[in-house]
């Protein structure tokens, strides 16, 4: 049931936002070029996925990256 924003003290509503915080996104190491990656993802950086090239080549993908 709704209840109104003035009748929640600030104790009560900040205790109910104690769960509320972000967590860090799991992350792991690239195996080809040791970047930090999102786990489950192609590397964004060398183009590999499970130590295969599966987008555009090495040279190309280092050379596009800023
Ligand atoms: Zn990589």
Do not use: D, F
Not at 4 to 25: D, F, I, Q
Not at 41 to 63: A, D, F, L
Request: net charge positive.
């Amino acid at each position: 049931m709704a209840v109104p924003a003035r009748k929640v003290s600030k104790t009560r509503g900040a205790t109910r936002r104690a769960h509320v915080a972000l967590s860090a996104k799991a992350t792991t190491t690239c195996p080809n070029c040791g970047e930090v990656i999102k786990s489950h993802r192609v590397c964004p950086k060398c183009g590999t996925y499970k130590n295969k090239q599966v987008i555009g080549n090495e040279e190309e993908s280092t050379k596009s990256k800023k």
